[in-house]
């Protein structure tokens, strides 16, 4: 049972557009949201990451929104540039152990 | 780049082979964790560790078993691999914070179980 559910699976999109990723939850006890871009043959990166009791967070061109009472979150992605083509991953961390849950993922190529 | 080395990093073998990964750290992290990758599945966790010699199960351990007795190294042991364990194997390591949480993760070790 995937914990975090992430779409779409695949995104294109042209060079100064707008990159939208979405997530959703069950478990209300996750307590921190993070966000991870990961390059072919290369492990996945900490890009931006939200915490529950903040609605919005943005940096740079990156911003998450998330929606407690809905259970989702979203990745923004502005002027996409094709430098962000990569796969995405949601994740979810539980408040106790320390285990984080990951979406499916979503390969996004931006073309210029 | 947080100071993570997996090895091997590319392995063919046969079905039915013990397989050992190793996962090593610099960084003195508390939490190292063993991820499987595959198309449509995402990241999945296969084990966990929360200490020297503490360790626990994720959502998909069995076939899998895992050994931390230094803090530095963590190691996932295929006891008799199998076709269906052919993936992309991703070691990350943590140190819980309410700010962050951050995982930082290695490059990859991808197995091939022919």
């Known amino acids: 049972q995937q914990q975090v559910k992430q779409s779409p699976q695949s995104l294109i999109v042209q060079k100064g557009g707008i990159s939208i990723i979405n997530c959703a939850y069950e478990?209300?006890?996750?307590?921190?949201f993070p966000w991870y871009q990961q390059f072919p043959g290369k492990g996945p990166a900490l890009l931006i990451a939200i915490r529950p009791d903040v609605s919005e967070k943005k940096e740079g061109r990156f911003t998450i929104s998330f929606n407690k009472s809905a259970k989702q979150f979203s990745l923004h992605i502005m002027d996409s540039q094709p430098g962000d083509s990569a796969t995405y991953f949601c994740?979810?961390?539980?408040?106790?152990?320390?285990?984080?849950?990951f979406g499916t993922g979503t390969s996004l190529t931006v073309i210029p | 780049d947080a100071g993570i080395t997996q090895s091997p990093r590319h392995k063919v073998t046969e079905t039915g082979t013990p397989v050992t990964l190793r996962c090593h750290q610099t960084?003195?992290?508390?939490?190292m964790y063993w991820y499987r990758q595959d198309p449509g599945h995402g990241l999945r966790l296969i084990h966990y560790?929360?200490?020297?010699?503490?360790?626990d199960k994720g959502e998909v351990s069995d076939g899998y078993s895992v050994s931390r007795s230094k803090t530095e190294d963590f190691l996932l042991t295929l006891e008799s691999a199998t076709s269906s364990q052919t993936s992309v194997y991703f070691c990350?390591?943590?140190?819980?914070?309410?700010?962050?949480?951050?995982?930082?993760f290695g490059e990859g070790s991808r197995l091939t179980v022919l």
């Open positions: 560790s929360y200490g020297v010699k503490d360790t």
């Open positions: 990350a390591i943590s140190e819980r914070s309410r700010a962050t949480g951050e995982l930082f």
């Open positions: 478990n209300t006890a996750f307590d921190y």
């Open positions: 994740a979810a961390r539980g408040n106790t152990g320390n285990q984080f849950y």
């Open positions: 960084e003195n992290h508390r939490y």
